[in-house]
């Protein structure tokens, strides 16, 4: 594999998930038109000051600009892209949730049962997992990123990395266990190989951890403003360096299985009475709802945490 193969919004989802899946990145292109991405840039801007874009540290160096915080600071971003159709369609079917968000049919419960131990008590066992068992019971941004590359003296590289980098120092000793992070990449401007397309290796999600990739097997994310490419938590890659005077402007965003904690503190970011304005979609994509079991609040509606109901155990 020397490329990232293309797909369109025509394209069939379950052709680009077997794609994704044996090369570990696929690109959709022109998945929203590029008015979509200039609003969304539009609304950054007006929202975030310049001194707030700006960066420094090894990953973003000087120069740079990054935005945290996205799904409040665009709401067009959350809206329409975030929540994208297609792309959850495709995270769906990643990430295998009992919820999905596409709007499929919901998968059926992981199966456990209680069984009788005498004198009248139970205890709850779980049967041995199906591959087609649910992976999660939703899932929610992990972090929602502007990252726009700027040429310069100084642009160079990002270091090629996996996302799933954040987690593995603490569970690097577990069997492998099913994709649990998808990221996705919305070009809010050109991307192309000047002005630093984000490099990918594909395949390299199926390589053992120690092997290093070689400059030729690393391509680049060429793709027209409006489009996507995502890749898979174990997918090798990075910036690219820019040696034009363009901003390569990408709007980030990783999805990630509702049990492990979200990289970027959305509840910081996209406070309450941010978040009321939000679709019930995008609130729950954010993170505000709960599974029978894990994020719940006493009281507040487990699909919906800003509005009274029942979501807890208690
Ligand atoms: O901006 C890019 O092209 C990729 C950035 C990235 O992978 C990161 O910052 O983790
Ligand atoms: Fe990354």
Avoid at 70 to 76: D, F, K, Q
Avoid at 124 to 144: M, Q, R, S, W
Avoid at 233 to 241: E, I, V, Y
């Amino acid at each position: 594999m020397k490329y990232l193969t293309s797909f369109t919004e025509k394209d069939s989802t379950e052709d680009i998930v077997k794609t994704l899946k044996s090369d570990g990145g696929v690109i959709i292109e022109r998945l929203v038109p590029e008015e979509v991405m200039d609003e969304a840039y539009q609304e950054v801007q007006s929202n975030v000051s310049q001194a707030q874009q700006s960066s420094s540290t090894s990953l973003w160096p000087e120069g740079n600009r990054t935005v945290g915080g996205l799904a409040a600071a665009s709401l067009t971003y959350t809206e329409k892209l975030v929540i994208h159709p297609k792309t959850l369609e495709i995270v769906d079917a990643m990430l295998m949730p009992i919820e999905p968000m596409s709007g499929g049919i919901p998968a059926t419960e992981a199966k456990s049962e209680v069984v009788e131990i005498g004198d009248g008590g139970t205890q709850v066992v779980f049967k041995a997992p199906l591959e087609t068992d649910p992976n999660c019971h939703h899932y929610n941004i992990g972090a929602a990123v502007m990252l726009e590359v700027r040429g310069g003296p100084n642009s160079k590289h990002q270091v090629l990395h996996r996302e799933n980098a954040i987690y593995q120092p603490f569970i690097e000793h577990l069997p492998a266990i099913r994709e649990f992070l998808v990221s996705a990449m919305w070009a809010g401007s050109d991307f192309t190989r000047d002005n630093g397309a984000t490099r990918v290796v594909p395949s390299s999600h199926r390589w053992p951890e120690d092997r290093i990739a070689q400059e030729n097997e690393v391509v680049q994310a060429e793709m027209p403003k409006g489009s996507l490419v995502m890749w898979l938590s174990r997918t090798l890659h990075g910036s690219a360096k820019s040696n034009t005077n363009q901003r390569r402007t990408g709007f980030f965003n990783s999805y990630l299985v509702d049990w492990i904690r979200q990289e970027e503190n959305q509840f910081i970011t996209v406070p309450p009475e941010i978040a009321e304005k939000l679709s019930d979609k995008a609130k729950k994509v954010v993170g505000y709802s709960a599974s029978p079991n894990l994020g719940w609040v006493k009281g507040r509606d487990k699909d919906n945490l800003l509005v009274e109901g029942r979501s807890s155990p208690l």
